[in-house]
Each structure stands twice: as structure tokens, then as C-alpha cells.
């Protein structure tokens, strides 16, 4: 990671800030951003950690009030849809205290979307506040309706209260879409019946691919499930029609007419998306990552921590939208054994 300048009274940096809206070298405009709120979790997904992780101290960490200035300072330059994640965000104590200060940017009309990436497990408890604080559309991370099968995929979950919590959701009036990763002999055979059962319930499903990040004690080559395949097994029983609907993320949808319901497909691997790429993503710890794919970092914490104002924070942002790399490239076969990047997907925020 590049450090900040540890000698503040360098001014010229400061002088060299262009104040506007974020756009990269390739011309893409940053208008999204991704906020890890903790790097811990109620869950050990077999895909995302290994059973015993390591999380930082929690003095490395970002106050709630540092995360609403750091996100407050992209939505100044532009940043219209900000989803927060993790690790699991709604483990964070009083993470309720940051979206309802990142609301008022909704109530000004700056941002267009306030959003959530969850496992679900805290979702009854926090659904009616999330939506009094204008969060209108959740994602919560499913892989699996099998409630033993569930328990395996994230080694501690119960399915239970995940449905519990995306029933008070959609009670809330909140838009729920499912995220499912795709995996090799656990849920392959199951994706049909997790979409008829999204569907039924009015529920979007989004498809992943798993991603190399991270070691997690399992070979990725195992898990990892093409979702060409996954398509190809569908198309047998179901007429799927390629829909030009986004919501801002890298999934290409597709309408089910047997369910009326729509099934999106997010696949870095097979089908890289980098050349659309609107997004940043941001650490619990103030660390900026401009593509999920790569290593290169900016720290924002030290610019952050340096003044009051925002002038150094926004000049290490215009840095380091000035490097976003123009893409990732994550292979998954049998020659590559260690991960794209060491970090977990749990660190970064998916
Ligand atoms: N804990 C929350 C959750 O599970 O929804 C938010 C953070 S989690 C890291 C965000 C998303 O990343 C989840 O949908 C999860 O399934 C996905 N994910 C985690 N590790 C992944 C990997 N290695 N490849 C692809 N997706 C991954
Ligand atoms: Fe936790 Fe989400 Fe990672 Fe599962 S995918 S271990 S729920 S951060």
C-alpha cells in the first residue's frame, strides 16, 4: 500500500486536488461505493474464511464517525449508491448510528441509494430501523434452503433466523434480493428450487462465482461452479430472457418465464465485467481498494485522522482513483493454487 505522506506541511499535494466528480483513467466514473463496516462475523463461510480467522484489533478500526466522513466525502464527489458490508456490518455495534447519519445524504438527494450486503442473521432485529433510515433494497447472502446443508456452508449459521430476518424485511417494505455463490456439489443441484422459491416470494436471486480471495483451508478449484454451466443446466427447464434491468452492480439479469422472476449472474471469471466498473471499495480500517481483483491500496485513515477538514482526504481519494487499475485478473484452475489476493472477501467487502 502506498503510505500517505507523513510530512503534512507538504502542501502541494493539497493544491494539486481536483475537487469534481471521480473519474478514473479509462474515463469510468466512480459513482459507487462499497463500505466494510467490521471484518467480523457471525458466520465462517467456507468460501469467504477459514474456521479460525484472525480479525483485526478493534483500535485499528474506523470510528462510526470516521466511516460517515470518510463515506460523506465520496458522496461530495459524487458517489450517488453506497452499500455497506463486510464482514457481517450488522454485527458492528450501534451500526445503526452510521446509517441513520448517512441518511440525511438521502433527505438532501446526493445519494440516490443507501444499501446492505447481510447474512441475514440480525436482519428481524434491525429491518424496521433500516428502513426508517431510507434503505430501500437489501441484499442478504443465501446459498442454500437446506437448513443443514446452511449450517455447513457458513459452519455457524442457522437458516431459521435468516428467514426470520428477510420475512421482517419484506414486512418493512424492503426490497430484498438473494445472493447465492455457486458452488461445485453443495448447491448445484438446488438452484433451481432457490430461485422458484425467490421468485415465489417476490425476491430477486443473484448467482455468483466464487472469487480466490483469501486462504479459507479448501481448494477453490473445487468450489468453484462456472455459472455458464449453471445457465446451460437452467435453460433446460426454463426459457431465460437476457433483460437489459441493472441495479448499479456487476450482475447481467435474465427473466424466468416460468417464475416472472428475475435471476442476475455476476461472474468475474467467466465473464469479466471491469470495463463498466463503477465502484471503490473501502475497508473497516480506511484502506481504499480500487479494484476487488488487485492489491493496490491507498490508505485514507492517516489523511483522515491528519485534519479536520477534508483537503488531504480528498487529494489521497484523487490519488487513488488516479491508479484504479483496468481490471482484475482472477484465474481459477488447477495450476493456480494460491489466491488472486491474500486478503479475504470478508476484509474488502463483497
Ligand atoms: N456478511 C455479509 C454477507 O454474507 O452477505 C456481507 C459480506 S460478504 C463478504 C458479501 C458477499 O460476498 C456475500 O454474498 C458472500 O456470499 C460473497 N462472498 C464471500 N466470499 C466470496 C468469494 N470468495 N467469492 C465470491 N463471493 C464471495
Ligand atoms: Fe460472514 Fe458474509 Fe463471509 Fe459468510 S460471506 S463468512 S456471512 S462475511
Redesign the pocket.
Known sequence: MRPFPRDLSDRSMVASAVQGPLVDTFGRAVTYLRV?VTDR?D?R?V??MSEHMTFLPKQDLLTLEELDRLCSAFVARGVRKLRL?????LVRRDVMTLFRALSRHLETGRLEELTV???GSQLARYAADLAACGVRRI???V?TLDPDKFRAVTRWGDLGKVMEGIAAAKAAGIKVKL???ALRDVNEHEIAGLMEWCHGEGHDLSL???????E?GAERVDQYLPLSEVRAKLEERYALTDIPFRTGGPARYVEVKETGGRLGFITPLTHNFCEGCNRVRVTCTGTLFMCLGQEDAADLRAPLRASADDALLQTAIDEAIFRKPKGHDFVIDRTSRTPAVSR???TT??
Open positions: 466494510s462475523c458466520f463461510c468460501y469467504c458490508t463486510g464482514g457481517e456490518p450486503t447481510t447474512n441484499n442478504v447472502s446459498d445472493n447465492a455463490v455468483i462465482e466464487v472469487m480466490p480471495l483469501g479459507v479475504h472477501m470478508s467487502g463483497g
